[in-house]
């Protein structure tokens, strides 16, 4: 696959996750919230149907109780009728009217006096017990009410008629435009709405036991409205149910204010990841384009820092350092693409180039003078697979370098992460053709004495930090000695790096220190410069 396409895959794919990362809380917290709404709207439903039942409950047995004590009247309607009729209506809130059915279904007596002659009322045949209807036009009055009804031993019956008013005054439950509260009968037939009108239901979707003996059902109108209902038995009057529904508008009401708040703010983080993480890949996969091609196109360059023997002043090789010349001229110091091509195994082939360039450039030096070494740095992955012992003896192979010549610098994380003795292998490969193993920038990792000596090193690199300190009071000075006695016991002959003073220079040669480089000694520079340093230094001190 090509860079390009990878690159644009790569960045499709982090723009994909970013969105995914900034909407995924905010949907389940939309979810989440969705339920807890749901749950708390069947919640206040239940509540509202229970209460609706519970006072109609207690209104319609103060009415039948009402009815009850009136059992005894005659069909005379005397004075004393009418009056205890009276009282009655007007003591039971609910009852605004009393009258007396005869056996022959006719309105006799009324809570206003005798019904002369009797009228016949428009009623269903009677019932035994008590009953409920309406709500219908009452007669004379031209108004809707309802009408409670007990039927007596012999046939006859004492009715009660209802206001609409005390049935809605029980409960204004506000229940959307599209909600509505109403008493059910068995039969189907609803008494009263307190709230919206009652369409006719169409199906019923779902259907379940809500607790305390109620029914929680899900259905479609034929208004075209879905509504969830609640239907609770009235205590005492079996077959009138309490009914509350309620369209989903109202339910989710809050909900959608919340998900759409919620959602905004997902988005909003979607598209701050989507942007951040897309400025940074597009940065970090553009370095690493423009490090793939410049490879290609050989922009690198390599820098050679003389070591010096401490002893003699001679100078005894180099290590080859890379540098990366931009098109402009700019130069990127390795610390910044090293890590990089690492991470993307362009470490690799970058090595590859530079042992060919070496070879290139100082490969008669070193085939002039056997003595003379070159360090090359590898990174921890050169360690975990055969590819290196391959290209160094391909490169090198039948070239002047001997490998005898060649030091290998592995720096302590290469080490640490050696779980399988990989690194090990390799490291006694390479000393087999006679090369040499150092460890590079030692004492900045955190690995035991004991850890590094189980490694087959031939040189311990002493880092800066560690030559800083000389002179210098620091809580960090005695760990310099410390070191350099550690290599001493290990065997290990020691390189300082980053010597800068002539102070710095004896100190570590009276330690004992073998090599050393720094800018005391040299700034790491181009081959021609090198060849031409080692001629001169070791010209001036055979002299
Ligand atoms: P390193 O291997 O520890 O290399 C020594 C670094 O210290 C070099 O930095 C060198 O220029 C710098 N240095 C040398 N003497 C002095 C001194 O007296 N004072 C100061 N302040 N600095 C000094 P450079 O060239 O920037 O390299 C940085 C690191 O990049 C190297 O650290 C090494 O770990 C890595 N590196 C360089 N070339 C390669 C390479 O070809 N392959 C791999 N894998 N890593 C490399
Ligand atoms: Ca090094
Ligand atoms: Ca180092």
């Not at 309105?107 to 002369?116: A, D, E, F, K, R």
């Not at 428009?122 to 108004?143: C, N, S």
């Not at 029914?215 to 409205?225: I, M």
Request: glycine share 8%; hydrophobic share 40%.
């Amino acid at each position: 696959m090509s860079f390009a396409l990878r690159r644009r895959l790569i960045v499709l794919l982090a723009t994909v996750i970013a969105i995914v990362a900034g909407l995924a809380p905010v949907g389940y917290a939309i979810y989440l919230a969705y339920k807890t709404t749901v749950v708390n709207a069947e919640k206040n439903l239940h509540l509202i149907a229970q209460e609706i039942a519970t006072d109609t409950s207690r209104l319609l047995n103060d009415i039948n109780q009402g009815l009850i004590a009136l059992s005894d009247l005659d069909y005379k309607c005397s004075p004393e009728d009418v009056i205890a009729m009276n009282t009655m209506s007007y003591d039971i809130p609910g009852i605004s009217e009393i009258g007396l059915i005869n056996p022959d279904r006719k309105l006799v007596c009324t809570s206003w006096g005798p019904v002369n002659p009797p009228v016949q009322p428009e009623l269903p045949p009677a019932q035994p017990g008590f009953r409920l209807l309406g709500p219908m036009d009452i007669g004379i009055m031209k108004r809707y009410g309802l009408i409670a009804l007990r039927q007596r031993e012999d046939g006859s019956e004492i009715a009660a008629l209802i206001h609409p008013s005390v049935l809605i005054g029980h409960m204004g439950a506000d229940l959307g435009e599209h909600g509505f509260a109403v008493l059910l009968r068995r039969d189907d037939t609803h008494l009263y709405a307190w709230e919206g009108n009652v369409p006719e239901m169409q199906m019923v979707e779902s259907e379940s036991e809500g607790g305390d003996g109620s029914t929680l059902l899900r259905a479609l109108f034929k208004d075209g409205v879905e509504r969830t209902l609640f239907a609770v038995e009235l205590d005492g009057f079996p077959g009138t149910y309490s009914v509350v529904a309620a369209a989903d508008e109202w339910i989710l009401h809050d909900w959608q204010r919340m998900a759409l708040m919620l959602g905004a703010i997902g988005a909003g983080t979607s598209a701050l990841l989507v942007f951040l993480i897309v400025g940074i890949l597009q940065r970090r996969l553009s370095l690493q384009g423009e490090l793939e091609r410049s490879l290609q196109k050989d922009e690198f360059e390599i820098n050679y820092q003389p070591v010096i023997e401490l002893k003699s002043g001679h100078c005894v090789g180099a290590e080859a350092l890379i540098c990366w010349r931009q098109p402009g001229g700019k130069r990127v110091r390795p610390d910044l693409f090293i890590p990089l091509a690492e991470d993307t195994g362009l470490i690799e082939p970058m090595t590859v180039w530079l042992m060919k360039k070496l070879r290139a450039e100082i490969g008669d030096l070193l085939q002039s003078d056997r003595s003379l070494h070159i360090a090359i740095n590898l990174s921890p992955g050169h360690f975990e697979s055969d590819k290196i012992l391959q290209s160094s003896s391909s490169i090198f192979g039948n070239s002047g370098i001997l490998p005898k010549q060649i030091i290998y610098e592995i720096t302590e994380r290469g080490l640490i992460d050696d779980p399988d003795g990989k690194a090990k292998d390799i490291m006694r490969r390479l000393q087999s053709r006679h090369s040499e193993i150092a460890l590079d920038d030692f004492g900045t990792g955190y690995s035991s004495l004991s850890y590094v000596e189980s490694f087959p090193l031939d040189y311990l690199k002493i880092d800066k930090r560690f030559v800083d300190t000389i002179g210098v009071n620091t809580l960090n000075a005695g760990l310099l000695d410390t070191i350099i006695d550690m290599a001493n016991r290990l065997g290990l002959r020691t390189i300082a790096e980053g010597v800068e003073t002539a102070r710095q220079a004896e100190y570590l040669l009276s330690r004992g220190v073998d090599f050393a480089q720094g800018w005391h000694f040299s700034r790491p520079m181009p081959a021609t410069d090198f060849i031409e340093f080692v001629h001169t230094v070791n010209r001036r001190v055979d002299s």
